[in-house]
């Protein structure tokens, strides 16, 4: 593929978004609910999704938050920095002073990075479930918390 390709950002409903999670997500499964989703697309084909609710825990839902709780692309270039800049862009729109999304400490984050996102460190622990310690799927593996400021 070429290195400037035209990708471009459409609405999606949940179910939609969901499926293709199912179908290329490496680790996490469909999300229950949502505020909104945002698919990435290439010649009318969908090579990527966003979905973006409240944030899971609870010391972050202040009404001003908004986490990306998946995203999941097919592997094509620069489609992940796509759908984190509308997922701002979005969030700004909306009023949110924050965007908040988690990834596991072995990815390095580099579509993060470039999307000006910042990473705050370690959170939680290796296995998100509570005191039901089931397996739910996700690596046991400690996650990293990454943020994106609103300015307005």
Known sequence: MKDNIPLKIVPMHLKE??????????HHKPVVGCKFCIGCEYEDIIVGVAICGRPVSHHFDDGRTLEINRLCTNGTRNACSKLYGACIRIAREMGYHKVITYILESENGA?????????????GREIWTGSRKRDNGVP??????????IKF
């Open 111 to 123: 579509s993060l990075k470039a999307s000006n996102f910042i990473c705050e460190g370690k959170a």
């Open 140 to 149: 046991r593996e400690i996650k990293t918390r990454w943020v994106y400021y």
């Open 17 to 26: 978004a969901n499926e293709y999670v199912e179908l290329y997500h490496r």
